[in-house]
């Protein structure tokens, strides 16, 4: 069973930056893509950014793109969300995730079946 350890978050003013990190277990994490999800209050949880198997290609939701970075490190299977110019509306619980077959891209909040405990980023004016 893969456990995806989180760290990072906090607080910020908006303008700032932080760092969230994730630590999967398991021998298969190059296999699988990866992903940081955020659910707000009152909303449902929506995509983020994921970062694909093999050649880690990039892939960010219109409204952190620009300003968010996702990386991975398969060496240590670790991935990484360097979030920058946070905003107010960056908000929220940020959960990392593992897509649910190896091999996929993924984009979707539905794409993934395992997930961290979540951290929060909460955002000041």
């Known amino acids: 069973q893969v456990q995806l350890v989180q760290s990072g978050g906090g607080l910020v003013q908006a303008g700032g930056s932080l760092r969230l990190t994730c630590a999967a277990s398991?021998?298969?994490?190059?296999?699988?893509?990866m992903g940081w999800l955020r659910q707000a209050p009152g909303k449902e949880r929506e995509f983020v950014a994921s970062?694909?198997?093999?050649?880690?290609?990039?892939y960010y939701a219109d409204s952190v793109k620009g300003r968010f970075t996702i990386s991975r490190d398969n060496a240590k299977n670790t991935v990484f969300l360097q979030m920058n110019s946070l905003k107010l509306e960056d908000t929220a619980v940020y959960y990392c995730?593992?897509?649910?077959?190896?091999?996929?891209?993924?984009?979707?909040?539905?794409?993934?079946?395992?997930w961290g405990r979540g951290t929060q980023v909460t955002v000041s004016s």
């Open positions: 995730a593992r897509s649910s077959l190896p091999g996929q891209t993924v984009v979707t909040v539905g794409g993934f079946d395992r």
């Open positions: 398991g021998r298969t994490f190059g296999s699988y893509t």
């Open positions: 970062i694909s198997w093999g050649a880690g290609n990039p």
